[in-house]
């Protein structure tokens, strides 16, 4: 009886009829569009090689896994209190007063430039509760605007320094991407004494990648080391006092 009667309303409201099937079929969500399946662990670490080389630390900063992040700032945050402590510190051995004395002001005057113009914060206690992003981004800027003032650096940072060999994944959430990189030969002879030393014309590095949600992110080693470590202190040149 139901359905003879919605026939007959169908026959005599077509347009009615249809809208009433059609709005309900309207309300049903789509389903979503295929999303590309992640990078592999190899694909990840070309992509880091390719923004080291470009100098692209935005790139750099997606493609980091925050564990990385996190030991990056915690190794800032070390090297500059050592900084500290070797200012304080009154163990020189060899050093006279004069030459202390300017040592410690040099210390002094890089940690409050490394503070003040790299990191943007008052001390190194605030450096440690800055956001790792953060710190990552301010360190890593500061490294990649150094290198391009200096034309040769920036010509040679065109090439990718590393090449990827292959990975291995050790399980669902751990994987390792073998790196080589060429080593400079030194140009001329060689003297006698290492004429029979072996020569290695290649480096071999291992990149450690680790999911975050459905994505491999890279412990940004070994590309990360040249930014890890806080530039060294140049020693001033003593002072000559006229007789």
């Known amino acids: 009886m139901m359905l003879d009667r919605f026939v007959s309303f169908f026959l005599v409201h077509p347009l009615t009829a ?22 592999p662990p190899d694909e990840v670490a070309r992509a880091v090689i390719r923004a080291d080389s470009a100098g692209d630390w935005a790139a750099l900063l997606r493609l980091a896994h925050p564990d990385a ?6 190794i800032q945050v070390f090297q500059l209190g050592m900084l500290g402590v070797d200012r304080d510190g009154t163990d020189f051995p060899g050093m006279d007063s004069s030459s202390h004395a300017r040592w410690t002001q040099a210390l002094a005057r890089h940690e409050r430039f490394l503070l003040d113009s790299v990191f ?3 001390t190194v206690d605030s450096l440690a509760h800055t956001s790792p992003d953060t710190v990552f981004a301010r360190r ?4 990649f605007a150094i290198a391009t003032e200096d034309s ?3 010509a040679a940072r065109r090439e990718p320094m590393y090449t990827v060999v292959g990975a291995v994944k050790a399980h669902d ?3 390792y991407v073998v790196l080589v990189r060429p080593l400079k030969q030194p140009l001329g002879p060689i003297p006698e004494l290492f004429r029979d030393y072996p020569r290695e014309t290649q480096q071999t590095e291992v990149m450690v990648l680790r999911r975050h949600g459905l994505e491999w992110r890279s412990m940004l080693d070994p590309v ?20």
């Open 152 to 154: 040769a650096e920036s």
């Open 173 to 175: 959430t751990l994987a």
């Open 18 to 39: 249809s809208l009433v099937v059609a709005i309900p079929l309207a309300l049903v969500p789509r389903s979503a569009e295929p999303q590309k399946p992640p990078m």
């Open 120 to 122: 943007q914060v008052p």
């Open 140 to 143: 890593v800027r500061q490294g």
């Open 69 to 74: 992040l996190v030991q990056f700032r915690a």
């Open 224 to 243: 990360s080391h040249a930014y890890g470590q806080i530039a060294p202190v140049e020693q001033e040149a003593p002072v000559e006092h006229e007789e």
